[in-house]
């Protein structure tokens, strides 16, 4: 079952302009992570960040989580056309046998970006 | 390092057959998981091995199945296809497993499409 919501399902925008895709989820979390997709692709793996943690940055990448309103967001600041690609947030829960895994990642079902050159 | 890879990338069966799809993780790894990802359930989560034992199970009928060598490679096995079986199949590995899992290091994906 899903656990993750992403928000907006797509998004389209110019080069240069920010992009930001936000991440809901419903149980307590070790950690949640961010994946980029490019079509029918494998999943390349963004940024984690822990329970503990409210902001981390990686490059152009910044990805907050607040654990008090179950929410996380990602930003990439100045996009380009090769950003384009599926973006999905992915919560590691603390709560045992959640679906079936004990503390595997749950993946939502992601963010379509496209950047227009 | 070499990345994780799947075998085969392509794959068309048909309804009733059964199909081995086969997984490299990263050297160094010794956990593996399987995904699959269809366009209207999204991501889903199939099951873990970590050191050839099964350590977590997504819920999925017992037509799917898997195993892990010693040398951590890994086989997914679906049994009796059916066309809802269709889906890319995504193969990630990690570098330990358990609460607070780590991040993983996909595939390619093998797309199987079943007819």
New interface residues.
Partial sequence: ??QGEEDPQALSIQEGENATMNCSYKTSI??L?W?RQNS??????LI?IRSNEREKHSGRLRVTLDTSKKSSSLLITASRAADTASY?CAT?P?T?NY????????????TKLSVKP | KAGVTQTPRYLIKTRGQQVTLSCSPISGHRSVSWYQQTPGQGLQFLFEYFSETQRNKGNFPGRFSGRQFSNSRSEMNVSTLELGDSALYLCASSLTMGLGAYEQYFGPGTRLTVT
């Fill in positions: 079952s899903q070790n950690n992570q994946y029918g692709r494998g999943l390349v793996h984690l999905f590691a603390t045992t679906g079936g895994s004990q503390g595997n990642l749950i993946f939502g079902k992601g």
